[in-house]
């Protein structure tokens, strides 16, 4: 068995009968262009033997790229999970053989097989893989969560393993949701204790190979990547001394044998590692936060960003006011605890628009104002966006993925009590109300996801007619 690194989670498994592409990224940027692939790599498509599997772990767009899937053969069977976005996609691509299929799922075809495995993740739908062929076992656990219980039964069914791209990062996106920057000790301690249950002969760390480079996004990378590659591997050394641990680089191959898993860097015609740049993801949590500003980076002219921004902003505030008795969850949490909230809307220019809601009257007490006229008192929750951001996401021009960088948001709500003479502040965490509307309330919401979709399809779609 021969495992190739394209590069971040991109990988080319050659079994006993079989050639498998597991979910291809191919160019930079991606990720709705919001990043690249970090070490800097060029990958060699033209190159790409005939592909005989492709295999996508999950949605989120740095392992399903839909400029990369139309690179790949319709004739490759697909395996994917059962996530209605993916099949729709490579539907409409022209895939005609799409296993999609559960975790835990066993294909065997030949002189080889393949296993789904699980994810501990509730909110995701993804799975990992286990490649088998009489050479050996590979597991890319990609990014899922695996469980104690997980391992012990993937290795009860497949035997020992002897590669394994192992997860050992904890990204800080949590900043964006105005949670604090933290070192992972949990998630490191789970993924150290993940590599010692599993044993496998050799490891490498897998699946994190990625920096932001859009416009107004650098700053981003010394304070969300807490983990590096190196300092996994050292803390592995110090409590697994017997595994064999590498670092994988694009272009690198990994040689399973029945004796030995043999490493061999930048070895691969089929990727070229063009730079070590990872120094840029050094974590540095003393970093500075610039302030908020509008790049504007796909050039939306004033006028559409000004009607875009009032169209949006009207229908959330109307959804505010209607809601306000009609029984909405959300809302009603607002209410509960007699919280304010302000959304704030900053234009290219540096002009910024308040939008503040007061939710402790019996109807909603609404302020419209620009930053001369923020309150001396912060609201209790806000959400801050830039323009361009809210006119993409929107029109569902861009994803979730591409916004995160221009919008911060923070809710410091809390219940107060007298219980006994004593004081109780008690955190109450609410949903941010501006990613509530804009994913559930606002015209088209239900149909967003598909709409972006077909706008990532449309040039590929057009080629087949």
Known sequence: MKVTLLGHASVLVELDGARCLMDPVFLDPFEDTAVVSCPRREVHVDKLPPIDVLIISHAHLDHFDVPSLARVSRDAQVLCPKDPLITYALQQLGFKRVNAAEPLTQIKAGKYELLTTLSSVSNIVEFGVVFKDRSGTFWNQVDTIVAPETAASTLARVGKIDLLFAMYASQNFGFFESRPLAFPYET????????????????????????????????????????????????????????????????????????????????????????????????????????????????????????????????????????????????????????????????????????????????????????????????????????SALAARAAHEKSYFYLRAFSRKACNVYVLTDKDGKASVVPKELRDLLAYYLERKAPGAEFAVKTWMDRQLAPYLAKRV
């Not at 010394?222 to 050394?237: H, I, Q, T, V």
């Not at 990727?271 to 050094?282: G, K, P, S, V, Y």
């Not at 939710?359 to 001369?372: D, E, H, L, N």
Request: with cysteine; net charge negative.
């Open 188 to 387: 490191h301690e789970m993924n150290l204790r993940n590599v010692m249950a599993i044993r496998p002969r050799m490891v490498a760390p897998g699946s994190a190979g990625f920096r932001f480079a859009g416009p107004g996004m650098d700053w981003c990378n010394s304070l969300l990547f807490p983990m590096a590659r190196e300092r996994f591997l050292a803390d592995l050394a110090k409590v697994a001394p017997d595994v064999q641990a590498r670092i994988a680089n694009p272009g690198d191959v990994f040689e399973i044998s029945p004796d030995a898993v043999a490493h061999t860097a930048s070895s691969s015609p089929l990727a070229t590692m063009l730079e070590d740049d990872t120094a840029r993801l050094r974590f540095d949590s003393t970093g500075e936060v610039p302030a908020l500003r509008d790049p504007n980076p796909d050039g939306y002219p004033p006028e559409r960003l000004t009607n875009a921004v009032d169209e949006c902003m009207a229908g959330f505030l109307r959804f505010i006011r209607q809601a306000y008795d009609a029984g909405d969850p959300v809302v009603a949490e607002y209410r509960q605890c007699g919280a304010t909230y302000a959304a704030a809307v900053v234009f290219p220019d540096g002009e910024e628009r308040w939008y503040r809601v007061d939710f402790g009257g019996a109807q909603p007490r609404v302020v419209i104002g620009t930053s001369a006229d923020a309150p001396a008192v912060p609201p209790d929750a806000m959400h801050r966006i830039v323009a």
